[in-house]
């Protein structure tokens, strides 16, 4: 089942935070966050795993709330390269039979 | 270079004709996938591979077939295309399942 995503697009100014949202209706295993700029492929931000870890990428962090069932992008001082759709991949099992299932995507402008 | 090649890049095909999008990546993973992308709906899983010889379908696997018999290639196979089958198709492979994933360009396929 695809996890949600929120918001589904947001627009910001240059310099500001965003906040982006990844929330499933099972347990947990593993998140992982993509973004994709436009007419290109989905490129890897970052993989987190139940724990509750807190990852970090220069201005872009995430953190995983396995209670929650939730994983949360945290864009900091936004930059222009920022612009582009960020998915988040949900893994529920652990298990041997893996299997990744995207959200429907966040649309995130940045702007001068 | 490491990369995960797609062909072709772009297609136009009728109804019913049988056609082949072939995968390649050249960094020994053992993991492959494919996904179909459409407006609003995200990235949806179609089939992937967790080895040589190991198929399995994801979320959207009908009108589809793959294949793994190389490593290092995983094609996929449209036996009949259909017009709900037009659509943008990625590649991706990744060193085992639950890893980072590496995206192919995508192959943007319309069906007439």
């Known amino acids: 089942q695809q996890p949600v995503q929120s918001p589904q697009a947001v627009i910001l100014r240059e310099g500001e935070d965003a906040v982006i949202n990844c929330s499933s209706s099972?347990?947990?295993?593993?998140v992982h966050w993509y973004r994709q700029k436009h007419g290109e492929a989905p490129v890897f931000l970052m993989i987190?795993?139940?724990?509750?870890e807190q990852k970090g990428h220069e201005k872009i962090s995430a953190s995983f709330n396995e209670k929650k069932q939730q994983s949360s992008l945290y864009l900091t001082a936004s930059q222009l390269s920022y612009s582009g759709t960020y998915f988040c991949?949900?893994?529920?099992?652990?298990?041997?039979?893996?299997?990744?299932?995207f959200g429907k995507g966040t649309l995130l402008t940045v702007n001068p | 270079e490491a990369q995960v090649t797609q062909n072709p890049r772009y297609l136009i095909t009728v109804t019913g004709k049988k056609l082949t999008v072939t995968c390649s990546q050249n960094?020994?993973?053992?993991?492959m996938s494919w996904y179909r992308q459409d407006p609003g709906l995200g990235l949806r899983q179609i089939y992937y591979?967790?080895?040589?010889?190991?198929?399995d379908k994801g979320d959207v696997p009908e009108g589809y077939k793959v294949s793994r018999k190389e490593k290092r290639n995983f094609p996929l196979i449209l036996e009949s295309p259909s017009p709900n089958q037009t659509s943008l198709y990625f590649c991706?492979?990744?060193?085992?399942?639950?890893?980072?994933?590496?995206f192919g360009a995508g192959t943007r396929l319309s069906v007439l």
């Open positions: 991706a492979s990744s060193k085992l399942a639950g890893n980072i994933q590496y």
């Open positions: 099972k347990a947990l295993y593993s």
């Open positions: 987190l795993l139940k724990g509750g």
């Open positions: 991949g949900t893994e529920n099992s652990g298990g041997s039979n893996y299997k990744l299932t």
């Open positions: 960094m020994n993973h053992e993991y």
């Open positions: 591979s967790m080895n040589v010889e190991v198929t």
